[in-house]
């Protein structure tokens, strides 16, 4: 039952990314991947509690700051 899940999930996430390819670009498939794994690695933080030095929230704040600056520029180039 769980491998049926898995490929149905897989399936699924596979789907949204073409379909995300095929409507926005490939940068928003690039900012859509990091932010999904800033938001696994929040919550693998706040939900088991693992224990985060000052080095790795430095990295991962400068990549989430690198996201955000992404979609500045693309908002700006939309823009003009």
């Known amino acids: 039952m769980l491998f049926i899940l898995n490929v149905a999930l897989g399936s699924?996430?596979?789907?949204f990314v073409?379909?995300?390819?095929?409507?926005?670009?490939?940068?928003?498939?690039?900012?859509?991947?990091?932010c999904r794994k800033f938001i696994s690695i929040l919550l693998s933080i706040v939900l088991f509690a693992h224990p985060v030095y000052w080095y790795q929230m430095f990295a991962i704040l400068m990549i989430m700051g690198c996201v955000v600056q992404e979609l500045?520029?693309?908002?700006?180039?939309?823009?003009?």
């Open 12 to 15: 699924c996430g596979q789907f």
């Open 72 to 80: 500045r520029e693309k908002k700006a180039k939309i823009k003009a």
């Open 18 to 34: 073409h379909k995300i390819l095929n409507e926005y670009g490939s940068l928003s498939i690039s900012i859509v991947g990091s």
